[in-house]
């Protein structure tokens, strides 16, 4: 993940006891370290927010050495408030793939969150298939020498409880094209070979100029960093807009991953965007107003 923000429901939430003293418990239990804080330690000189690389980006494929699609052996973690770890699922689920790939959302541990992704709304604060307390955990065994943040969304191999992929820019593409024998026949094609360049190459621009845009504002320590991430925000919006006025979709009248990447953001809880980073509401509300008429 990137993110970080606040990922249960207030529905969820209910009935949940889960404190620090127990999250602390369970991380000496297992050998986790608190989470590093990125307003701390993924700043640069400039105050701006400079997201951690992704840990774990060996592709699934056919050649050797690549990760190898396979049914039931693994599972998505994710966060609701999380529209990066949305995608996978939500492209999953498009696909028919729900008995292939599994998935579990993700809470905070603990009151504070001090060692990230839990399972606080679990029995015993444990992943009912593998028995890990927290996202951590995954990525300590599959790399002992991992420091950063565990993010969501994560492919994780369930037989050797390791984390396999956490390649948001790509991970959809890889249930979309390797997981094709485990589709249905009447699987749409999200990710068509004739448009992979183009699809890639968009995909590539809304990464810093939009889905990074407002991690940028909310994760920034200066002034100047902000309205930086703020104005490169709205302008590739009004960029998007004008191309959406021609198109019905991103490329056309075919739904790709493209879409699915663009429109989980203006649709999907655009005022959990705007109370975390305190974007203008008025924009955002037309934004998905006008998505939604498409």
Not at 10 to 25: R, V
Not at 67 to 93: F, L, M, Q
Not at 166 to 178: F, K, M
Request: with cysteine; charged share 30%.
């Amino acid at each position: 993940m990137s993110c970080e923000f606040n990922n249960i429901s207030k529905e969820e939430e209910k009935g949940i006891t889960y404190t620090d003293a127990e999250a602390e418990l369970h991380a000496k239990e297992v050998g986790v370290d608190p989470r590093p804080n990125e307003t701390l330690v993924e700043i640069d000189e400039r105050g701006a927010f400079i997201r951690q690389p992704n840990a774990f980006i060996k592709p699934f494929g056919d050649k050797p050495g690549d990760n190898k699609a396979e049914a039931g052996r693994y599972r998505i973690y994710w966060a609701t408030g999380c529209h990066w770890s949305n995608r996978p699922v939500i492209v999953r689920d498009i696909l028919g793939l729900q008995d292939v790939i599994s998935d579990i959302k993700v809470s905070h541990s603990g009151e504070t969150n001090v060692y990230g992704h839990g399972f606080g709304n679990q029995p015993d604060h444990r992943d009912p298939v593998t028995g890990a307390y927290f996202l951590s955990e995954f990525y300590k065994r599959a790399n002992p020498d991992f420091k950063g943040r565990a993010t969501t969304p994560t492919l994780v191999d369930v037989v050797n409880k390791t984390a396999v992929n956490n390649d948001y820019h790509r991970l959809t593409n890889y249930i979309e094209v390797q997981f094709r024998p485990f589709q249905p026949e009447d699987a749409p094609d999200l990710y068509p070979k004739k448009f992979r360049k183009e699809i890639d190459e968009f995909n590539d621009w809304l990464f810093p100029h939009i889905n990074n845009s407002h991690y940028r504002m909310a994760f920034c320590q200066s002034p100047e960093a902000y309205f930086e991430a703020y104005e490169d925000f709205y302008e590739s919006l009004d960029k998007l807009e004008k191309r959406l006025e021609i198109n019905r979709f991103i490329f056309g009248d075919y739904i790709t991953d493209a879409d699915v990447i663009i429109m989980d953001i203006p649709m999907r809880e655009p005022n959990l965007i705007i109370f975390h980073i305190h974007t203008r509401q008025a924009l955002m509300n037309i934004f998905k107003e006008r998505m939604i008429s498409r």
